[in-house]
């Protein structure tokens, strides 16, 4: 069945870099393209960055765009997202699906939480 497993969270202050990963098992990793979603307290989630199944192209939220990069390991059916001059505002739990998340069974893993500090 499809696992989804976030890790590399944690508290940081503004300015901070984290980089956050996403090691994914029981469906062909290497054929479906990815993306990292968040959630804010009270708020919706939302998309944050793409990439491509071959990682060959990656799209970003406007919020994100030039802090944030998104990129994966098709061997290690493992993704990344670095993030580089975090925000306040990028507190939020972080999660990784399939872009988009279609499969049989919804399914989201457990989240990864960063909090920054102002």
């Known amino acids: 069945q499809v696992q989804l497993v976030e890790s590399g969270g944690g508290l940081v202050q503004a300015g901070d870099s984290l980089r956050l990963s996403c090691a994914a098992s029981g469906f062909p990793f290497s054929v479906y393209a990815m993306s990292w979603y968040r959630q804010a307290p009270g708020k919706e989630r939302e998309w944050v960055a793409r990439?491509?199944?071959?990682?060959?192209?990656?799209t970003y939220a406007d919020s994100v765009k030039g802090r944030f990069t998104i990129s994966r390991d098709n061997i290690k059916n493992t993704m990344y997202l670095q993030m580089n001059s975090l925000k306040p505002e990028d507190t939020a739990v972080y999660y990784c699906n399939a872009d988009p998340p279609s499969w049989p069974i919804p399914y989201w893993g457990q989240g990864t939480q960063v909090t920054v500090s102002s």
């Open positions: 990439i491509s199944s071959d990682g060959g192209l990656s």
